[in-house]
């Protein structure tokens, strides 16, 4: 069962989506579908060629953004951020937990909204990003 965890409007952060959830994400309005995973962390039918093909299959755009904590750069940042601008519907972003995926939205959201408002967003989802407050401070001060 799909746990989709509104961050704001028209996004969703959610742990491991399957090749099945597809069709039903296309039914609910979402129109792009980001996997911030890696491939080594799943085994060959979660893996993004499977995810890609059972997404378009639904209709759905497909965007390959693989997140590790500890290499995590601004290239990650700006393509998650193209892809949601992009999207002409509802995003979901996915990984492990959601916890990549909300990590990304809340750097793409710096110096467009509110740190308070973003941080607030993420723990509305139950994603407690507060250590990313620097961060995001950091990010609005250079958009």
């Known amino acids: 069962m799909m746990d989709l965890r509104q961050l704001a409007p ?3 952060a959610a742990p491991q989506l399957e090749p099945s959830d597809m069709a039903a994400l296309a039914a609910q309005g979402v129109t792009t579908v980001i996997c911030n995973r890696p491939e080594v962390e799943n085994p060959p039918p979660l893996q993004a060629a ?5 997404a378009e299959a639904a209709g759905l ?3 390959f953004n693989p997140i590790t ?4 750069t601004m290239d990650n940042v700006e393509e998650q951020s193209e892809a949601m601008a992009g999207s002409e519907g509802a995003v979901v972003a996915y990984c492990a937990s959601g916890t990549r ?10 110096g467009q909204m509110p740190t308070d ?3 607030s967003a993420t723990a509305s989802g139950g994603y407690q990003l ?6 995001i401070d950091a990010l609005a001060g250079e958009a």
């Open 69 to 72: 904590m500890g290499a995590m």
């Open 10 to 12: 028209g996004f969703f």
């Open 101 to 110: 995926s909300a990590i990304m939205w809340a750097l793409a959201q710096a």
């Open 130 to 135: 507060d250590g990313l407050r620097g961060q």
């Open 50 to 54: 499977a995810m890609q093909q059972a």
């Open 117 to 119: 408002d973003i941080l």
């Open 61 to 63: 755009a497909f965007v």
